[in-house]
Nanobody
Framework: QVQLAESGGDSVQAGDSLRLSCAVS????????MGWFRQAPGKEREFIAA????????NYAESVKDRFTISGDAAQNTVYLQMNSLKPEDTAVYYC?????????????????WGQGTQVTVSS
């Protein structure tokens, strides 16, 4: 069983950058497709980004494409989400997740393992 622990959430100003980390334990993250979702107050949890197990493919939600980058460090067994040009609408709890499916799914029900989340607040 894999365990996921997010860190790096903070309160920042619009236009700032932030990097979230997801420490993976129990198994190498390369054994999974890794992803990030976020959930704003009163809204559904939404897909943000995904990374294939070998790190060769990525997928992004349109709302964050060209601003966010997902990557992984096998030596650290950690997955990152680099967030640039942050906007107030990016305010949410960000969750790291993993799935054994071999395709990128934007449906939260296809993702089997979840971290506890980390809060990102962006002020205008």
């Amino acid at each position: 069983q894999v365990q996921l622990a997010e860190s790096g959430g903070d309160s920042v100003q619009a236009g700032d950058s932030l990097r979230l980390s997801c420490a993976v334990s129990g198994r190498p993250f390369s054994a999974y497709v890794m992803g990030w979702f976020r959930q704003a107050p009163g809204k559904e949890r939404e897909f943000i980004a995904a990374l294939s197990g070998r790190g060769s493919s990525t997928n992004y939600a349109e709302s964050v494409k060209d601003r966010f980058t997902i990557s992984g460090d096998a030596a650290q067994n950690t997955v990152y989400l680099q967030m640039n040009s942050l906007k107030p609408e990016d305010t949410a709890v960000y969750y790291c997740t993993a799935t054994t499916l071999v395709f990128f799914s934007t449906n939260r029900r296809d993702w089997y393992f979840w971290g506890q989340g980390t809060q990102v607040t962006v002020s205008s």
